[in-house]
């Protein structure tokens, strides 16, 4: 299928990729697109290695598998560098996204002699200061979207405000901040 968009992401277990990429598929199928959203994990436990997909595009979606050719990997623990091959089956038209604070020249040699692009973004700084607490998924949620082109940014952060409301209409105070936190990824984020 060609105007489908795969997307892979690592994470540990407790830090949120497999809400994101839920969340992900939640306003995708909101804008009209056909997608998918779902995680792989072994035990479960905290801080274990976890994997999720998402598949969106605007045609209906007949395949029912995991990932093998992402189109863009996102890597929300950046220590999965030393034990996950995140690279593996990663299109060179594509690109791999990093929660990291360390300078580009400083991930490559841990990609594996990938060729294709590489983006970093500070999550665990943008959370810090929009939430108080270190919660990546939503910094590296609004990164892919701004890497992969997959809806327009305005129609993406009107949908997840609206979804934020619906989930912490108590607690207005979250919504704003993830508000934040996803526009300010949306800026920083580094090619």
Do not use: C
Request: hydrophobic content about 40%; cysteine-free; charged content about 25%.
């Amino acid at each position: 299928m060609k105007n489908i968009v795969e997307i892979r992401w690592h994470g540990r277990g407790g830090q949120g990729a497999k809400t994101a990429a839920l969340l992900l598929a939640d306003v995708a199928f909101q804008t009209g697109k056909s997608v998918q959203g779902f995680p792989e994990y072994g035990p479960e436990r905290m801080g274990a290695p976890i994997t999720a997909y998402n598949r969106i595009s605007d045609a209906p979606i007949r395949v029912h598998s995991n990932i093998y050719e992402p189109d863009y990997v996102v890597v929300v623990d950046e220590s999965l560098l030393e034990t996950v091959e995140v690279t593996k089956g990663l299109k060179k038209d594509g690109a791999i996204i990093v929660n990291t604070g360390r300078s580009k020249e400083e991930i490559l040699p841990h990609l594996h002699g990938y060729e294709g692009q590489l983006y970093t973004v500070d999550a665990h700084k943008i959370s810090m200061e929009t939430l108080g607490k270190y919660y990546p998924n939503m910094p590296m949620l609004a990164s892919v979207v701004k890497v992969s082109h997959v809806m327009d940014e305005e129609t993406f952060l009107n949908e997840m405000r609206g979804s934020f409301k619906h989930k912490f209409a108590r607690k207005p105070e979250v919504i704003e901040g993830n508000m934040r936190a996803l526009k300010m990824a949306m800026e920083v984020i580094e090619s």
